[in-house]
Each structure stands twice: as C-alpha cells, then as structure tokens.
C-alpha cells in the first residue's frame, strides 16, 4: 500500500473522529431545554416569592411555596429551577391552560389552583365528601416485610398498595435513588385503625387538623409514611415547615414525584413523606 494512501487514509480517519466528538456534544445539549430561554420578569419574582409569598394552602400560614417547588415543576412539565426563565414561561403555559392570568410569576390563586388538583387525585378526599371511607377487614390486609419496615414496625397494608410499593421501592433502588444499604423508603406507617387514631388526636389535642385528623387516610389501608429523611433535630414526620422544606429538597423525594404515579401513587402535598396507593383511579 502506498505510503501516500495509508495517509490519506490516516487523515479521513482523524477527520471523522473529530467530526464525531462535535457533533455528539452538539446534539446532547440541543435535546436538553435551556432553563434560560423564557421571560425574565416573572422569573426574578419566582425567585424571590419561593420563600417569601405568604401562603395557606392547607390553612396553614406558610412562608413561600418551597416545599411545593418539585411538586409545581411535575405539574407544568418543567425540569428547570423555579427562578429561571423557562420554568416561568412553562407556569405561563399551565395557567394560561387554567384560565388563570398567564402571568408565569406564582401566585396564590396558582398554588391554590395545583393544591385543589393535587388533592383531587387522592380517592380518599373524594370519598371522604360522602363520609368518612370505612376501614377494610383486618384479616385481608398484608404484612410489611421486616426488612421494608422501617425499625422493623409491624405495618400492614392492602395487598396491592404493599405489591405496588415494592415495584416502585426497588426501582427506586435501581435508579440509585435509594442507595445501596440505605433504609431510605422504608414505611414507618400504614393502616391505622380508626380507635387507634381517636387515641393518637385525643392525646395530641388534635383531633381535625393537619397533625392529627378523626378520619384519617390511614384506615383504608392504601395509606403509607416513608423514610425520606428527615432535617438535623427533627423526626421523620415533624410537620414543622424547616422538616417538610428539608424532605421536599431531597432527591428521593424529587425522584417520587417524578415516579410515583407510574406506581399508583398520589402524594398529600402537606406532607413529602405521606403517598396514597390510588389503584388507578384519578379521581
């Protein structure tokens, strides 16, 4: 072969090379959205309301809708942060689609507009209009294995709210959401008999508030608490607005909202650890 061939060759063989590592960047961030592409506005106020907008979406005085970012970004279908400029013009389509002013800055009419969506997917809200949903035979529910509880309770479910969450358990440990060896996910509560709760709000002095409620998700057996974590002082289901900022922020939590529901699973918005199996239902 002519030296001046294998050359050639050589140098055609370079070219492509070179070529290839251009254009396979090129291609990745095109297909990816650009977070700063939309209006700018609304994104600053976005910025700025996330921990200052007064809000009471669960007649709870809350300072910013934080907790609530990963939940609103599922919603308009946007992976970017809150203050950016692509996540405002996403809020801008959504509320436009809402009949709300198509502003992309969040309000309070938005949140609360998300708020009565996200608990419209919860069967347990629609059932409870027409009382309070009674409570399945003891005896047909299912054991949570020992290994999925979490300090090994004993917990018990319906038995296609506990299948459902050992798909979507052990995908999470599959997508590293869940890292090896981590108890991360376990259930810390499921079915809760209705006497049980009167005992829990009457000892609290809570018996029909956002801590403690006389007619609880709990006693249909498709309720359950998860291991999220939980911020540096606090118990995995302190209700206090630094614990549920801190869950809401984590990444097995974003993981959820993102997830969940190819499971079955609606989230109560007050509480990131708190999921519902819906058995499809959407309503």
């Avoid at 960047?25 to 939309?38: K, Q, R």
Wanted: net charge positive.
């Amino acid at each position: 072969m002519p030296p001046w061939f294998r050359m050639t060759r050589l140098t055609i063989f370079a070219w492509l090379i070179a070529f290839a590592a251009f254009m396979i960047p090129a291609a990745a961030s095109a297909a990816e959205p650009s977070c700063a592409t939309g209006p700018g506005a609304p994104a600053a106020k976005n910025a700025t309301t996330l921990n200052t907008l007064p809000t009471a979406p669960f007649h709870r005085a809350e300072q910013g809708w934080a907790v609530y970012a990963a939940l609103v970004q599922n919603e308009i279908g946007s992976k970017c942060a809150a203050g950016t400029p692509a996540f405002a013009a996403s809020l801008s389509s959504w509320q436009k689609s809402h009949k709300l002013p198509a502003s992309g800055a969040m309000d309070v009419a938005t949140l609360d507009a998300m708020k009565t969506l996200w608990q419209d997917r919860r069967p347990f809200v629609a059932d409870s209009r027409r009382g309070c949903p009674p409570t399945p035979p003891e005896q047909d529910l299912a054991a949570v294995p020992v290994n999925q509880s979490y300090s090994g309770k004993i917990i018990q479910l319906e038995k296609p709210a506990l299948a459902a969450y050992e798909k979507m358990a052990d995908a999470a440990r599959k997508s590293g959401a869940v890292a090896a060896g981590s108890n991360l996910l376990s259930i810390f509560s499921g079915y809760r008999s209705p006497q049980y709760d009167a005992a829990r709000c009457a000892k609290d002095h809570n018996c029909q508030g956002l801590v403690r409620a006389s007619c609880s998700a709990h006693r249909t057996g498709l309720a359950m608490d998860v291991d999220l974590g939980a911020a540096p002082g606090f118990a995995v289901d302190s209700s206090d607005d630094k614990n549920r900022l801190y869950i809401s922020q984590t990444p097995l939590y974003r993981w959820l909202v993102a997830n969940a529901a190819h499971y079955g699973f609606v989230n109560y918005a007050f509480e990131p650890w708190h999921w519902e199996f819906t058995g499809g239902r959407t309503s």
